[in-house]
């Protein structure tokens, strides 16, 4: 048996003696960045949204205003209801935090119940604009044709409606002074002014994002590997589609807070025996010069849930689109 060769003994290592294995993509990287996985858009963004104290103060007063209406009895044991004649524009004092209004009602005890109406009826309305004028704008983007001008006329329709000249029309038709509507009846009928007077942004929105999706690669290939259209929809594109209507949502959400608030100061949205922030300033209109704390109190409360909604929102949009970070 003949000797075996140098390159053979070079080639060939010996059981016992480790193999040299190429080295590795994350050498001369820090431990902490060998470590760390990859992340997607959502995982990137709650990275930017955690350094940014817009956000945490923002969400903070969110969620003081969604405990305020989901628990209010945490906050105030008097009756936002009922009140006492004799206490009759009484002032601020420790046994009344915010006064009393003119039918001798804790004007603290109206403010912190007058969060229910009003941050039930804006997510609500948020809601449903989003579900329709979302289903709307994913049709009308991925099937296109015939479809997409039908829609896109429809909604054309409704932009041409002022808001709130639409508002004032369908709520003074089903909610007029004559009306006895329930509690139920008068926020379903203002959830539902505001949704059908603001679901062709959201269409429009919707639309644009999956007409700039609809061709990427990975929707090709699914579609080339034989993916059904509703796989397609659920799968690839609603989840890349989300990012904007996220953010204009959680705007939204202040939006319809105020724009339910100016509905009931106008006298047509939200009524008695509903309490709510609108309601609230609507009668303390005739008294500010007499008692002011009537309408600052419920304004402050109103303006404070507005910018808490628009400030998270934009801090949102900031974390989810990379040409702002």
């Known amino acids: 048996m003949s000797d075996p060769s140098t390159a053979s003994i070079v080639s060939t290592p010996r059981p016992e003696e480790p193999r040299e294995l190429a080295a590795s993509p994350d050498a001369g990287q820090p431990e902490g960045a060998r470590k760390e996985k990859p992340r997607g858009l959502l995982g990137d963004a709650w990275r930017d949204l955690r350094r940014k104290p ?34 009759s524009l009484g002032k601020p004092s420790s046994d009344a935090w915010f006064g009393y209004d003119v039918q001798g009602r804790d004007v603290y005890a109206r403010t912190i119940y007058g969060a229910r109406a009003s941050i039930v009826v804006a997510l609500l309305s948020v ?45 003074t038709t089903f909610n007029g002074s004559g ?18 007077l603001s679901w062709p942004v959201v269409m429009r929105l919707m639309r644009s994002s999956v007409l700039a999706t609809r061709e990427a690669d990975y929707i090709v290939a699914a579609r080339a590997l034989g993916a059904g ?36 100061f106008l006298g047509v949205g939200l009524k008695s025996p509903v309490v709510s922030w609108g309601i609230m300033i609507s009668e303390a209109q005739n008294y500010i010069r007499v008692a002011p704390y009537l309408l600052f109190f419920p304004a402050a409360f109103l303006v404070a ?13 900031e974390a989810l689109d990379p040409k702002l970070r």
Request: charged fraction near 10%.
């Open 229 to 264: 259209t509703g796989r397609i929809v659920l799968k690839h594109l609603l989840p890349n589609c989300l990012a904007p209507l996220l953010v204009y949502g959680t705007i939204m959400v202040g939006s319809f807070i105020g724009a339910e608030a100016t509905l009931s």
């Open 54 to 87: 817009l956000f945490w103060i923002s969400a903070a007063f969110i969620l003081m205003f969604i405990v305020m209406a989901a628990f209010p009895s945490l906050f105030s044991s008097g009756d936002a209801v009922n009140g006492d004649l004799a206490r």
């Open 305 to 317: 849930a507005v910018l808490s909604f628009v400030m998270l929102g934009e801090a949102v949009r």
């Open 127 to 171: 809601l449903g604009t989003m579900l329709i004028g979302g289903a709307m704008g994913m049709m009308s983007g991925y099937r296109g044709g015939w479809v997409d001008s039908l829609l896109s006329r429809i909604a054309d329709v409704f932009f041409g409606l002022p808001f709130v000249l639409g508002a004032i029309v369908i709520l």
């Open 179 to 196: 009306s006895s509507n329930s509690k139920a009846q008068i926020m379903f009928l203002v959830i539902m002014s505001l949704t059908v």
